[in-house]
């Protein structure tokens, strides 16, 4: 089975340059093996094997829509900005799992609690203060420390 990979963002960065398809092209060739549980199956066995599995995955899933093909997804410019966005602000954690992310809350909550408690200590001028590993201590002073 082959594959073509095309580089879709030089074009973009340099559009004088006018590169040629090629240039931009590498095409790769995947040798697709059975899965080795499924070593014994013929060809014809296997295709259907792995199309009930596949079935089983979707089915699964839920997927209501129906995947993009490779012409569309291939028609879309990867630089066009979307023209629907969500207007909701993004999480304060990305994860799936309900325990990684009370446990990223609360390191995240350590966390600002120790950078304030050294930023007042700096404000009280006790220039020691140790921030939590990393934190960007503040560096630009727009006024002295000290009067005079």
């Given at each position: 089975?082959?594959?073509?990979?095309?580089?879709?963002?030089?074009?973009?960065?340099?559009?004088?340059?006018?590169?040629?398809?090629?240039?931009?092209?590498?095409?790769?060739?995947?040798?697709?093996?059975?899965?080795?549980?499924?070593?014994?199956?013929?060809?014809?066995?296997?295709?259907?094997?792995?199309?009930?599995?596949?079935?089983?995955?979707?089915a699964e899933c839920d997927v209501s829509k129906s995947p993009v093909g490779q012409k569309r997804i291939l028609a879309i410019n990867p630089h066009?900005?979307?023209?629907?966005?969500?207007?909701?602000?993004?999480?304060?954690?990305?994860?799936?799992?309900?325990?990684?992310?009370?446990?990223?809350?609360?390191?995240?909550?350590?966390?600002?609690?120790?950078?304030?408690?050294?930023?007042?200590?700096l404000l009280n001028e006790e220039l020691t203060a140790i921030f939590p590993d990393g934190a960007i201590p503040p560096t630009a002073w727009c006024?002295?420390?000290?009067?005079?």
């Open positions: 089975m082959s594959y073509r990979f095309m580089i879709r963002v030089a074009p973009v960065l340099a559009p004088v340059l006018a590169p040629v398809e090629r240039e931009l092209t590498t095409n790769y060739t995947l040798k697709l093996v059975k899965l080795p549980c499924h070593q014994h199956l013929i060809d014809f066995e296997y295709r259907g094997v792995i199309r009930e599995l596949t079935n089983e995955a979707l066009t900005r979307p023209g629907k966005t969500d207007k909701s602000p993004a999480p304060l954690c990305h994860s799936g799992c309900p325990k990684k992310t009370r446990e990223f809350k609360a390191a995240f909550r350590e966390f600002v609690s120790d950078y304030k408690a050294a930023y007042q200590a006024v002295a420390l000290h009067p005079g």
